[in-house]
């Protein structure tokens, strides 16, 4: 089989049942696309897409953000979860500003030396906002390419260097289509060839997978490393802080009245201070950074 095969089948399926999400709309801006890949991070789309609107309704263009303090991106993020991601868009924002002219660079290695944005959300915004031929490796393509491509039953917990290699090697060598593989790679893996129910039925690759050919093996170690729940978790104390502290400064007193644990809270509170999330002058009062 050659190498593109899976690349055109995906794409033709893609071009007929591609869901019809705002930030792959054509116009869409580097910027706004972006801003989506780092919201979308560990956060299903249903949750992403109103705060994505918001916030680019507020702030169109990098500017916008970086004329403002940080508190507010933390404001508007809003329940999205893993609020520091919020603070990595601030500061890439003004990166952009003070070192781009206020554009998101169409370049892989300058995408790469912006604030929070790493391999993965640097090949998608080369990919996705300006047609490029890049590799855009998630979980969700790592998982469809060991399946379809290697015969494998899963990707791996962590791209690699080689997962590049061979995702890179499946692209078409146009790079407007290769950009429109990579999106719909993305696609099958997120809603087709899940990790514990792949609907193969309805797969566009399933009559070329080399994980069905060989009838569809089992992980060797089907125990993976599960995400802990929310409840009770410092996740869910520092949720609680820091939403007090979004309506304006959160007294310690109601802070204390939050969470039963002293520990704890104490924990979470002193995580949220390092982090950047929380300032204080007193230790009375805790504010969103730049914000009174």
């Known amino acids: 089989m050659a190498s ?3 690349a055109e089948r995906a794409i033709r399926w893609y071009d007929a049942t591609a869901r019809d ?3 792959r709309r054509p116009g869409t ?7 989506s890949e780092v919201m979308l991070q560990q956060t299903p789309v249903a949750r992403v897409e109103p ?6 309704a507020r702030w169109p263009a990098p500017a916008d953000l970086a004329a403002e303090p940080a508190g507010e991106a933390i404001r508007a993020w809003g329940r999205l979860g893993y609020p520091r991601r919020a ?3 601030h500061g890439c924002a003004q990166a952009l500003v003070e070192h781009h002219h206020g554009e998101v660079p169409t370049d892989l290695t300058l995408l790469l030396e912006l604030p929070g944005v790493g391999a993965y959300t640097a090949r998608a915004v080369a990919a996705f906002a300006y047609g490029q031929r890049q590799p855009v490796v998630d979980t969700n393509v790592r998982r469809l390419v060991a399946r379809a491509w290697r015969g494998r039953p899963d990707g791996g917990p962590a791209t690699t260097s080689a997962d590049l290699l061979v995702v890179g090697e499946l692209l078409p060598r146009q790079p407007a289509r290769a950009a429109r593989a990579s999106v719909a790679f993305m696609e099958l893996g997120a809603l087709i060839c899940t990790a514990r129910t792949p609907s193969c039925a309805d797969c566009p690759l399933a009559t070329v997978c080399a994980w069905r ?6 992980d060797a170690d089907p125990v993976r490393r599960r995400s802990p729940g929310f409840a009770g ?16 400064p959160a007294a310690r007193s109601a802070i204390d009245a939050l ?19 929380l300032t204080t002058v007193d230790g009375a009062h805790y504010h969103l950074p730049g914000l009174p």
Request: proline share 6%; net charge positive.
């Open 259 to 277: 969470w039963p644990d002293p520990v704890q809270r104490e924990r979470a509170l002193a995580g949220l201070i390092t982090d950047g999330l």
């Open 233 to 248: 978790t410092d996740r869910q104390v520092r949720g609680l802080i820091l939403g007090l502290a979004r309506s304006g």
């Open 29 to 35: 801006s580097a910027w706004a696309v972006l801003v």
């Open 213 to 218: 050919a060989a009838g569809a093996p089992a």
């Open 87 to 89: 603070l990595r868009l």
């Open 4 to 6: 593109t095969t899976l």
């Open 51 to 56: 705060v994505w609107r918001e916030w680019l």
């Open 21 to 23: 999400l705002p930030w």
